[in-house]
């Protein structure tokens, strides 16, 4: 048997890890052994494992003694996180192995955003304008200063929670509420971020940065829903996007302006006139299936792109093919219980386009809506379809979800959603 090097994965074990990053440990297993580090005893991970151990990777000396007991049994040729709450924990891991890593204080600029946003400035790459309050007088000042409509969101957050657009000063109280909630949650900072905001098209920049050069795989249109939140509803890869040439720059001065040498980015902007202006760069692949959409549409595989990268090894990132993916999450009208989910009989054996169709919640689950939900409270599963082009996986996205039934039994004060999905 070839050899096989040994890579050590620190991951979150939840409902949400196993729906949304089961084929990053997948392809990671199909070219390394796989060791993990999780909270909690694995049980969908285990085919993929040659071994684990449990701890917290939020608590710096558990996750370093498990990870000693892992490299006392197996030569760990590299160390990696997709969980965002993980990256500063696993990179002063990684320099405490001494195996390749960016540096702690790198992953401690991206998950701040207003670290962030001083350095986007520092170097010319256009963002957003951005001041961090503690109360809501001094983001009543900065959003005068900036003027309406603005955006408050956490310093250190994921996921679009606490994130949200408010449109006059007698909605800012509330608003400011929502997103101090959220805020106070985050490791890496605590901090309400007031910005400006950014009128147009949202979309991702995933990128490949190895030994200092950063290449551009793809790039996700991306559908935003649920006014005045954030949610992601649905996502679209066309490896011949000509929208590539017009981000890749920007994507690419961010990524550098953020310190990062090595690695998989997830880069996400917004297209105001046309031109690209940052949000935020993830140093880690992109959530919602996005690294599957990349693999669907170009064949490069994000997930064992990072692992390569974590073992200092260069990464292939040559095309094998060139077409579209799209994926649909699957919200509910309203907050509730849910009392059916299921595509209609024999469409799936009849849309051989239709990649997957996913439910991780179940009939009698609850379900909640921003503001007093977010993302992993309301998701009910998604639709992957593909395409030659991404009008047609997003139009195929259509046609499974008209043949898909959700029934939610709402709760008493639940108020229906704008799902604005096209």
């Not at 299936?289 to 669907?296: F, K, N």
Request: proline content about 7%; overall charge negative.
């Amino acid at each position: 048997m070839p050899f096989r090097p040994v890579v050590l994965i620190v991951a979150a074990a939840d409902m949400e890890a196993e729906a949304y990053r089961a084929y990053c440990l997948e392809n990671v297993a199909a070219h390394y052994d796989v060791v993990l580090i999780t909270d909690a005893e694995p049980t969908w991970e285990r085919p993929y494992l040659l071994d684990w151990e449990v701890a917290d990777p939020t608590d710096q000396a558990a996750l370093t003694a498990a990870a000693l007991a892992l490299t006392e049994r197996y030569p760990v040729a590299g160390v990696m996180t997709w969980t965002e709450w993980y990256l500063v924990p696993v990179a002063r891991l990684a320099r405490r192995l001494g195996l390749p890593t960016p540096g702690p204080e790198v992953m401690q600029g991206c998950r701040n955003k207003a670290t962030s946003r001083a350095l986007f400035a520092r170097h010319a790459v256009p963002s957003a304008t951005s001041n961090g309050v503690r109360t809501v007088a001094e983001a009543a000042r900065a959003a005068q200063h900036i003027g309406y409509p603005i955006v408050l969101k956490p310093a250190a957050r994921a996921g679009s929670a606490g994130v949200i657009r408010v449109d006059t000063p007698e909605e800012l109280p509330d608003a400011y509420a929502f997103a101090a909630q959220a805020a106070r949650l985050g490791a890496e900072g605590t901090e309400v971020l007031v910005e400006e905001y950014l009128d147009g098209p949202e979309v991702s920049v995933e990128c490949v940065t190895y030994h200092g050069t950063t290449t551009v795989v793809a790039v996700t249109r991306k559908t935003v829903g649920l006014p005045p939140y954030f949610e992601e509803i649905a996502h679209a890869v066309d490896a011949a996007d000509p929208l590539l040439a017009t981000v890749a720059p920007t994507a690419q001065a961010a990524v550098q302006a953020l310190g990062v040498t090595d690695g998989v980015s997830h880069v996400e902007l917004r297209l105001v006139d046309g031109r690209p202006r940052l949000i935020e760069v993830n140093a880690r692949l992109g959530g919602d299936m996005i690294g599957h959409l990349v693999h669907l549409a170009t064949g490069v595989d994000l997930a064992r792109v990072a692992a390569d990268i974590a073992c200092g090894r260069a990464p292939d990132l040559t095309r094998t093919h060139s077409r579209a993916a799209a994926i649909r999450m699957i919200y509910p009208a309203h907050s509730g219980t849910l009392t059916a989910r299921h595509l209609t009989d024999g469409f799936a054996e009849q849309a051989p386009w239709l990649e997957r169709a996913h439910f991780h919640r179940d009939v009698g689950d609850q379900l909640m809506l921003p503001p007093d939900g977010d993302l992993f409270t309301a998701r009910i599963g998604f639709l992957i379809t593909t395409g030659p082009t991404a009008d047609v996986a997003r139009d195929r996205s259509q046609e499974a979800y008209r043949h898909l039934t959700v029934q939610v039994a709402p709760h008493p004060t639940a108020v229906p959603a704008q799902d604005s999905a096209t």
